[in-house]
């Protein structure tokens, strides 16, 4: 499912760089903006496998990924950003491997910067919920436990975010109260809630154009009300060394 | 298990709201926890100090009966040295004195 400001074609791109993978996907739901292009929507809908969903309210990435939700009819969604480019192959295999185990609530990947840094390698959740690994080089010997091991995580980016639909929906979706930060946090902890386990998989990488198509600005309200839901998790992250 | 966007938004509040109880709970917990270590080290200091009041009373006791023990050495020797036995005492002893001063 790919959520995002389909404006700038960055969809596009993204779809391109699945190459082989869309064959074992079930289906790409795009949920498109009300201003996307209407060149765009043409672009996409004669795309194999793609359900376009549309969006005509003001942004809220939750209630997008929601809406998308909806649509899906796999056992397993992935929410993707639109600013993404796949740089792995064999992630949609990857991901199901990992859903084997009845435990595992969430898988994410490593999300690069365009000049190979990491974006993201999970999160961390002390002293505060941030983006773990920021900047650092992948290829550092010393943080290869870290960044380049399959292990378990205290959060993932919503920006490539797959789980089971079932459990999607049980923990009631993604907080529509979090419209553009803090809601990946959110979910994660509800699943956790549900007694499942979040996977940080390096081996299925993106790339992410961070914020190149939403304002990176988190708000008062969003901080204050992760810290209300799950402050009591921010004192010690039992993932990170 | 919802079925329909409404009921899911539902859920989520539902779960949310029961989170923050949680968390609420957690912080009320720890605030009794800290007002507790709080409290048993006021217990401790109010301990402390009621031992160094003791201490200091006891020692104005002590210094009370001393002062009056002086006194009362005083007056025992003021009235010594004002006894007849005294002066009688001085005028045998003064022979006495004068030969040791003369011997040096």
């Not at chain 1, 009845?102 to 959740?125: D, I, K, R, S």
């Not at chain 1, 529509?176 to 996977?199: A, H, Q, T």
């Not at chain 2, 020692?59 to 007056?75: V, Y």
């Amino acid at each position: 499912m790919l959520v995002g400001d389909a404006s700038q074609c960055l969809v596009l791109e993204l779809w391109k760089s699945f190459g082989w993978e869309t064959d074992v996907l079930h289906e790409i739901i795009v949920v498109a903006d009300a201003h996307t292009p209407q060149e765009v929507i043409n672009a996409l809908s004669v795309l194999p496998k793609v359900v376009l969903e549309h969006f005509s309210e003001p942004f809220n990435f939750s209630k997008k990924c929601n809406v998308g939700s909806w649509r899906a009819s796999g056992d397993i969604i992935l929410f993707l950003n639109d600013d993404m480019l796949a740089q792995s192959t064999g992630w949609v295999g990857q991901i199901q491997a990992q859903f084997a185990d009845p435990l595992v609530g969430g898988v994410g990947g490593l999300l690069l910067t365009p000049e190979g840094l990491v974006q993201c390698a999970g999160h961390g959740n002390a002293p505060r919920p941030h983006i773990y690994g920021v900047g650092k080089d992948p290829k550092d010997p010393a943080l290869q436990a870290q960044l380049m091991t399959t292990r378990e995580t205290g959060g993932l980016s919503g920006a490539c975010f797959a789980l089971r639909r079932t459990d999607y929906i049980e923990v009631g979706g993604m907080c529509e109260e979090l419209p553009s930060s803090y809601n990946d946090v959110d979910l994660g902890f509800k699943l956790k809630e549900l007694g499942k386990k979040l996977m940080y998989v390096p081996s299925i990488q993106f790339v992410h154009y961070e914020s190149i198509s939403r304002d990176p600005t988190v708000g008062e309200e969003e901080t204050a009300l992760i810290w209300r839901r799950w402050g009591r998790f921010f004192e010690h992250d039992p993932f990170i060394l | 298990m919802p079925t329909s966007p409404e009921e899911m938004r539902l859920v989520d509040i539902a779960i949310g709201l029961q989170a923050e109880l949680t968390e609420a709970n957690f912080q009320r917990e720890k605030v009794q926890l800290a007002n507790m270590e709080l409290h048993n080290e006021l217990q401790d200091l109010s301990d402390r100090l009621r031992i160094a009041e003791k201490a200091s009373e006891t020692s104005i006791q002590l210094m009370e009966k001393l002062l009056q023990d002086i006194s009362m050495r005083n007056t025992e020797i003021s009235t010594i040295h004002n006894s007849r036995t005294w002066r009688i005492g001085s005028l045998v002893l003064a022979p006495v004195r004068w030969v040791k001063r003369s011997k040096r």
